[in-house]
T-cell receptor, first 112, second 109 residues
Framework: NAGVTQTPKFQVLKTGQSMTLQCAQD?????MYWYRQDPGMGLRLIYY???????DKGEVPNGYNVSRLNKREFSLRLESAAPSQTSVYFC???????????FGQGTRLTVV | AQRVTQPEKLLSVFKGAPVELKCNYS??????LFWYVQYSRQRLQLLLR??SRESIKGFTADLNKGETSFHLKKPFAQEEDSAMYYC???????????FGKGTRLHILP
């Protein structure tokens, strides 16, 4: 039972480069989330998707785009990476029968 | 919107001493609250939920409606308790899950 899987685990980007963080869940959850975690700031919601085909902004959406490709997959894209986007990114999902979140292992992104 | 506040960014406690991580909530009705834990360089995982009234790894959390609090407590801290702890409400009607800012618990030897 894999749960929530994120790729890659680590990434170093140069300023201005683009990349996509992938997330997949195998729990048949409707809701999926992207968070960033920064020291002293806790977990902040970037974007979320309540169901396949829908996405909504969270607390800190600027500089990011998302795609809910299907029920399983929710990707996060940085079109032009900036040093301020250096962070640890977590994907999470939540189902109808449960109201808590299940997390992926995180992606440590460094933008130089 | 259902919000939680964790007033302490860092809490240092000696091994064997009691631990209390504070969480206050700011919504009415019957709240359902959770504590998540993140050990060093690991994913966040659910520690406990108030409706189950369970004790996990010696931790308990009681909902106090009068004080609108859901503090996480453990009578005797252990070194392996060092971690980041997040308080959170359940998934909301708009499907958001907004976490508190977290408290880093550091157990001193």
């Amino acid at each position: 039972n894999a749960g929530v899987t994120q790729t890659p685990k680590f990434q170093v980007l140069k300023t201005g480069q683009s990349m996509t963080l992938q997330c997949a869940q195998d729990m048949n959850h409707n809701s999926m989330y992207w968070y960033r975690q920064d020291p002293g700031m806790g977990l902040r919601l970037i974007y979320y998707s309540a169901s396949e085909g829908t996405t909504d902004k969270g607390e800190v959406p600027n500089g990011y785009n998302v795609s809910r490709l299907n029920k399983r997959e929710f990707s996060l894209r940085l079109e032009s990476a900036a040093p301020s986007q250096t962070s640890v990114y977590f994907c999470a999902s939540s189902g109808l029968a449960t109201v808590e979140a299940f997390f992926g292992q995180g992606t440590r992104l460094t933008v130089v | 919107a259902q919000r939680v506040t964790q007033p302490e960014k860092l809490l240092s406690v000696f091994k064997g001493a009691p631990v209390e991580l504070k969480c206050n909530y700011s919504y009415s009705g019957s709240p359902e609250l959770f504590w998540y834990v993140q050990y060093s360089r690991q994913r966040l995982q659910l520690l406990l939920r108030h409706i189950s009234r369970e004790s996990i790894k010696g931790f308990t959390a009681d909902l106090n409606k009068g004080e609108t609090s859901f503090h996480l407590k453990k009578p005797f801290a252990q070194e392996e308790d060092s971690a980041m702890y997040y308080c959170a409400p359940p998934r909301q009607r708009d499907d958001k899950i907004i976490f508190g800012k977290g408290t880093r618990l550091h157990i001193l030897p």
